[in-house]
């Protein structure tokens, strides 16, 4: 039998194909407004996109660095360059695949996020949730 994702009671219920029990389903209720699958499938693509274009751009300042360094040798503060814009293109990289794994769990499983579950499933700045 199926744990609810809130309390990990046994349930027979589900809520957008996520299990839940009958009481954390009623506290939801009484607390959170209504989030409707379109706003938060909406916020999520846009996540993605956000992300992918963050991501292109730190491909392409990499790149610019990477062709900077004379001879693939970086001079002594061109280490710390290469390091600095290494690392904000693994960040991007792994903000992107965060963003598909959230819209493929909501896709999929029709599991919300919680940031969006506590919005209300309504656009919030993308600074504002978490990466």
Same mark, same amino acid.
């Given at each position: ?13 589900? @809520? ?9 389903? /009623?506290?939801?209720?009484? *607390?959170?407004?209504?989030? $409707? &699958? ?38 002594? @503060? ?9 690392? /904000?293109?693994?960040?991007? *990289?792994?903000?992107?695949? $965060? &963003? ?32």
């Amino acid at each position: 039998m199926p744990q609810c994702s809130c309390c990990n009671a046994e349930t027979d219920l589900f @809520d957008s194909g996520v299990p839940i029990c009958i009481d954390c389903c /009623e506290r939801q209720e009484t *607390r959170k407004p209504p989030v $409707k &699958a379109e706003q938060v499938r909406r916020v999520l693509y846009e996540d993605v996109q956000t992300a992918t274009l963050r991501a292109k751009q730190a491909l392409v300042e990499f790149n610019t660095v990477m062709r900077d360094v004379p001879s693939g040798i970086p001079h002594s @503060d061109g280490t710390q360059r290469v390091r600095n814009v290494a690392r /904000e293109l693994s960040m991007a *990289r792994m903000n992107v695949m $965060k &963003a598909h794994t959230r819209l493929n769990d909501f896709l999929t499983q029709g599991v919300i996020p919680e940031d969006i579950r506590r919005a209300g499933g309504v656009a919030v700045p993308s600074s504002s949730r978490n990466p």
